[in-house]
């Protein structure tokens, strides 16, 4: 079965800790995308990589970093610098950079202890 | 720049009302939209998509069409039923660069 898996389903954060969210893709998508989640908001986009060692800042990157080692992992790691990390995050993939659909994994919800 | 404007919920209905939740956009060039579909502690699925001006979208009796001259595409389905109760998002794929741009969500309840 091709999809997109997120682990943990749920993290727990404590003060000045960088934790990191992961995200796995057997799609072969060359696109991958990583998305905050807030009560009762839209998504904003963190950061996206249109292909293997390469990603950009999307509109909220502060905060946070990520890698993109390999072309099915795209790990989140959200640093100390966060104040706010309570959230659900999405990642999301697709085809390539310009593709009409993106697919999404099951979220990973962040607690703040 | 490009936006996405949907309809504030939350949406309640009776099972079988008719459903219609509005969407409404701007953005530079021609996109693609498209409505996804979150259940309770989900990621996003896509529900449909429309990637030209009159084209129709459907999909599990839902359906929206891509309305460039009022630059809309309104999510409606003719019976609702309880298991379609999720939160709804437009959103549209900026053609000229690789990003989407999301709405707020709507949240719809169907009680029985």
């Known amino acids: 079965d091709g999809g997109i898996t997120q682990s943990p389903k749920y993290l727990f954060r404590k003060e000045g800790q960088n934790v990191t969210l992961s995200c796995e893709q057997n799609?072969?998508?060359?696109?991958m995308y990583w998305y905050r989640q807030d009560p009762g908001q839209g998504l904003r986009l963190i950061y996206y990589?249109?292909?293997?060692?390469?990603?950009q800042k999307g509109d909220i990157a502060e905060g946070y970093s990520v890698s993109r080692e390999k072309k099915e992992s795209f790990p989140l790691t959200v640093t100390s610098a966060q104040k706010n990390p309570t959230a659900f995050y999405l990642c999301?993939?697709?085809?390539?950079?310009?593709?009409?659909?993106?697919?999404f994994g099951p979220g990973t919800r962040l607690l703040v202890l | 720049g490009n936006s996405v404007t949907q309809m504030e919920g939350p949406v309640t209905l009776s099972e079988e009302a008719f459903l219609t939740i509005n969407c409404t956009y701007t953005?530079?060039?021609?996109?693609?939209l498209f409505w996804y579909v979150q259940y309770p502690g989900e990621g996003l699925q896509l529900l449909l998509k429309?990637?030209?001006?009159?084209d129709k979208g459907s999909n599990k009796g839902f359906e929206a069409t891509y309305r460039k001259e009022t630059t809309s595409f309104h999510l409606e389905k003719g019976s609702v039923q309880v298991s379609d109760s999720a939160v709804y998002f437009c959103?549209?794929?900026?053609?000229?660069?690789?990003?989407?741009?999301f709405g707020t969500g709507t949240s719809l309840t169907v009680i029985p």
């Open positions: 429309a990637t030209k001006a009159d």
């Open positions: 959103a549209l794929s900026d053609p000229t660069g690789n990003q989407f741009y």
């Open positions: 953005a530079t060039g021609y996109p693609s």
């Open positions: 999301a993939s697709s085809i390539e950079a310009r593709a009409e659909t993106q697919y």
């Open positions: 799609l072969n998508h060359d696109a």
């Open positions: 990589s249109q292909i293997v060692n390469d990603f």
